[in-house]
């Protein structure tokens, strides 16, 4: 049974620093990872998708890496800001069925000014 | 020009009450899925729908079931409603259900969710 498991839970950093969000899923088997942002209220905007042929992803000042054999992820975020305030939520497709996805808890990201 | 929409975005009801919350997507995707987001903001699948047929039915109660009346729609009911049906419910959609190391079409895309309260 694929778990997805995301560490810390809450991050609180100054403007300005670059930090990393880990994710770890029990199941290498996956065809690909994405990850999300959810802002209070509102649904999911998604970031990045890395298939498993891929080692890495870069949108802007985010880079996500995976390491399908030993079942990480991580998001690198470079010099954030105050409005990359959210939860980030990453997921993998589940079981057999490629399309649902299983999620992490997130990691509730805050930066202040 | 919202990729996918749901209505309504808020939803009080009592207990016992039937209801229905609605979803859109203009994205020409093949694939549509319900989430439920519980009160400790954890996310889990409900069900898959590719080119309107339910292909996978998570262990939700059968007091829910989704219809799909074209395409671009996904509608999800709810039979007597129950205290702990009370969540965020996202409707999302990607081009196509089957994945593989291919391109972005594995891309899901969330409406905004439907926040239901049941009393």
């Known amino acids: 049974k694929q778990e997805v498991t995301q560490i810390p839970a809450a991050l609180s950093v100054p403007e300005g620093e670059n930090l990393v969000l880990n994710c770890s899923f029990t199941?290498?088997?996956?065809?690909?990872l994405q990850w999300f942002r959810q802002d209070p209220g509102k649904g999911l905007t998604s970031l990045l998708l890395?298939?498993?042929?891929?080692r890495e992803q870069t949108s802007g000042r985010l880079n996500a890496s995976l390491d399908k054999s030993s079942g990480r992820s991580t998001l690198y975020i470079a010099a954030s800001q105050p409005g990359d305030s959210a939860t980030y939520l990453c997921?993998?497709?589940?079981?057999?069925?490629?399309?649902?996805?299983?999620f992490g808890k997130g990691t509730k990201l805050s930066v202040k000014p | 020009d919202t990729a996918v929409s749901q209505t309504p975005k808020y939803l009080v009801t009592q207990m016992g009450n039937d209801k229905s919350i609605k979803c859109e997507q203009n994205?020409?995707?093949?694939?549509m899925y319900w989430y439920k987001q519980d009160s400790k903001k954890f996310l889990k699948i409900m069900f898959s729908?590719?080119?309107?047929?339910?292909?996978i039915n998570e262990t939700v109660p059968n007091r829910f079931s989704p219809k799909s009346p074209d395409k671009a729609h996904l509608n999800l009911h709810i039979n007597s409603l129950e205290l702990g049906d009370s969540a965020v419910y996202f409707c999302?959609?990607?081009?196509?259900?089957?994945?593989?190391?291919?391109?972005?079409?594995?891309?899901?895309?969330f409406g905004p969710g439907t926040r239901l309260t049941v009393l």
């Open positions: 199941d290498s088997a996956i065809y690909n």
């Open positions: 729908y590719n080119n309107k047929e339910l292909i």
């Open positions: 997921a993998v497709p589940y079981g057999g069925s490629q399309g649902n996805l299983i």
């Open positions: 999302a959609s990607s081009s196509r259900l089957a994945g593989g190391p291919k391109d972005q079409t594995d891309t899901q895309y």
């Open positions: 994205l020409g995707h093949d694939t």
């Open positions: 890395i298939q498993s042929s891929q």
